[in-house]
Each structure stands twice: as C-alpha cells, then as structure tokens.
C-alpha cells in the first residue's frame, strides 16, 4: 500500500474505554483507516509495568479488541493485533534499551509521575522503560528507509509527546550506528481530537485511574447511568450555556463533547441553547451519548459472545503485524551482529 503508514497503541487497563479515549484517540484510530495503512496495538506487554490480575488482564485485552472493533476498526483494511502476540516486541525493545542512555529515560516525565503515585520504590523497572518498548511498538512498524520514504505517523495525545521524541532519537541513534534501517515517525494530532475532562472535576482530565465512577462515561456503559452523570456534571451557578474555559469549564467541557459527537460548532450550539438554561442542553447531550454508544455497546458484547470468531480475527491481525516485525527483526538482528 502506498498510503502512509500510522501506528497507535491502547493498554488493556479498564473493563470499558471512556469517552476521553473515545474523543482523544479511537474515533481517529477508524478515521485515520481511510488515508492511511494504519496498524493498531492493544498493548498488554505494558499493562504489567504496573501490578495486574492475570484474569483481568485477559479479559480486558478482549474486550478493549472488541470494542476497537465494535467502533469500526476494520480488520481487513488494518493491522488489529494484541501486543503480546508478536515477540519482536520484547525483542527488538531490549536492543533499543542498550541505546538508551539511563539519563536519558531518567528525563521521561510520564514515569517520574506515575513513580510519584506509587512511591518511587514501589515502581516497577519495566515502568521505568516503558518508553522504550512503545518505541520499540514504533519501530516495528516503521517502512523501510528509501527514496521515496513514506510518511510515519504515530496518533498521540500531548502527554507522549515526549516519547515519541524519544522514539525519534533513538531511530536516528540506531540508523547512524548500524545503517539505516528505520524511518523516524512524527507525532501526529489528528484532526478533531478533542480533550475531555472529568464530569464532576472540570478542571482535571477525565481519567480510568483518576477520575471517580461520576466523573467518567464509560463507553459500555448504559444509557441510564449515563444519563444520570450528564444530568449531575458540574456546572456553575449561572445558566447560560456559553463556551468559556477559564469561568464555565464545565459548560465548556459538554460543549465541546456535544460538538465532537453531533458535528454542530460550538457558536452554533450556543446559539440553539440561547435562554434554555443547562437542563434541556445535558438532556439532549445524553441522549447524543446514547445514539453514540448503544450501537458500540451492542456490536462489543456480540463480538465477546463469540469466543473463536473473536480469537480468528486476532490471529490473523497478529500474523499481519508478525510479518511486518520479523522482516524489521532480521535487519536489526543482522545489522546489530546477532
Ligand atoms: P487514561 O488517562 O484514562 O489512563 P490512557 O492514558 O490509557 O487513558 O489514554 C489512552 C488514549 O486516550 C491516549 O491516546 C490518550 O491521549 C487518550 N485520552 C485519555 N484520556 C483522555 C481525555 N480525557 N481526553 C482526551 N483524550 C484522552
Ligand atoms: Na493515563
């Protein structure tokens, strides 16, 4: 294929996505199918950076597949596989770990944040390099260096930034010692991505690990409890339904959710909502959220009643994605003296 190749990965750490993941990344994961040659990861090598329960873990890597598909991720046009599937994973992430200098990973902010919360001690290694192993997810996929070098597109929220940055240099590191062999990718925002904070705290992000069951949407869940915390997302004291970040953030926030799921500007739904105070605006939005959802929550379960169907559909996007890897495998192994 001549498209641009992209590659976007999701940890298997919640029984639902929310509609932060929603907004933010998976509905330009199905978008993105249409220009580009596009491979998606449901990455459960990271989910253990952290503790884990085995049978979670299993049963959150299925159902974050299905809903990926129930979504539109269409697994004939893209590479839809499970990390743990494809070894040159773990592979080619310990070669890439011998070029990272220990300072150099020291500076990933991420982990210094997510070491915080759990007392620096308590912080596995594995969290430590974790950004290694999701450059070398990148990496993997990356087309092969030639005159015509496609483009390299890696979806990612403002806070990967940085370990993209790093994936970057550290495909320019391998390319300058061994020969070239990968094409570095960009960070790409894409279009319409939207940031979504937590219903209850409009100032903080919405969030599986921070954010309190009121202060999410979870994709799976129920037009009714649905309902319920969009009827009960913090507002302010006024009524008038205006964008305004610094003074209405929780206005703004459901505003700029309306307006990602209807396709209406944010003036144009000022405008429609003019003298109807929050009431009939929230009711509206959950019902949206509702006409969004239920057909994602439907496909999701029939996807999950269906064990081999399910498992058929990842093996084949495993062989896909193991194809692409054992090719950028037997370059690096060859090209590093293995
Ligand atoms: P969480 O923050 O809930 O732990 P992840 O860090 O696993 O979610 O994020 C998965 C993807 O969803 C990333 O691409 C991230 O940028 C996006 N994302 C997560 N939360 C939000 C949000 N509140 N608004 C927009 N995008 C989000
Ligand atoms: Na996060």
């Known amino acids: 294929s001549d498209a641009p190749r992209v590659l976007s990965g999701i940890q298997p750490t919640a029984d639902s996505f929310h509609l932060g993941n929603y907004l ?22 990271h989910a253990i950076t952290v503790e884990h329960d ?50 150099e990973a020291s500076r990933m902010t991420q982990f210094k944040d997510k070491a915080a919360k759990q007392g620096s001690s308590a912080a596995s290694v594995g969290l430590f390099t974790y950004p290694i192993l999701q450059a070398a997810d990148i990496l993997l996929y990356s087309p092969e260096p030639g005159e015509d070098e496609r483009l390299f597109r890696v979806p990612v929220g403002e806070d990967q930034r940085q370990h993209v940055e790093l994936t970057r240099d550290l495909a320019g590191r391998f390319n300058h010692r061994f020969g070239p062999t990968f094409v570095a990718p960009e960070a790409y925002i894409p279009q319409g991505a939207a940031k979504i904070t937590d219903l209850q705290e409009p100032g903080s992000k919405m969030s599986k690990s921070a954010s309190s069951p009121q202060g999410i949407v979870d994709v ?56 109807s105070g929050y009431g009939q605006f929230k009711k509206d939005l959950a019902e949206l959220l509702a006409e969004t959802f239920t057909p994602i929550r439907e496909r999701t379960l029939k996807l999950l009643d269906d064990e081999d169907a399910l498992d058929r559909i990842l093996a084949h996007g495993a062989t896909r994605a193991g194809e692409v890897a054992r090719r950028t495998m037997d370059t690096v192994r060859d090209r590093v003296g293995f």
């Open 24 to 45: 933010g990344a998976l509905r330009q994961w199905v978008a993105l199918q249409d220009t580009h040659d596009a491979f998606y990861c449901v990455v459960d090598l």
């Open 54 to 103: 085995p049978a979670a873990l299993r049963r959150r890597t299925r159902v974050s597949a299905a809903q990926l598909l129930a979504m539109g991720v269409d697994p004939e046009r893209s590479t839809l596989f499970v990390q743990s599937h494809v070894p040159e994973h773990a592979e080619l992430a310990w070669v890439l770990s011998c070029l990272t200098g220990f300072g």
């Open 220 to 275: 799976l869940e129920e037009p009714g409890p649905m309902r319920k915390k969009i009827m009960r997302a913090v507002t302010d004291t006024g009524s008038e339904v205006r964008f305004d970040e610094e003074n209405k953030a929780g206005v703004s926030n459901l505003l700029r959710i309306h307006a990602a799921l209807s396709g209406a500007t944010v003036p144009e739904l000022e405008a429609r909502y003019e003298g």
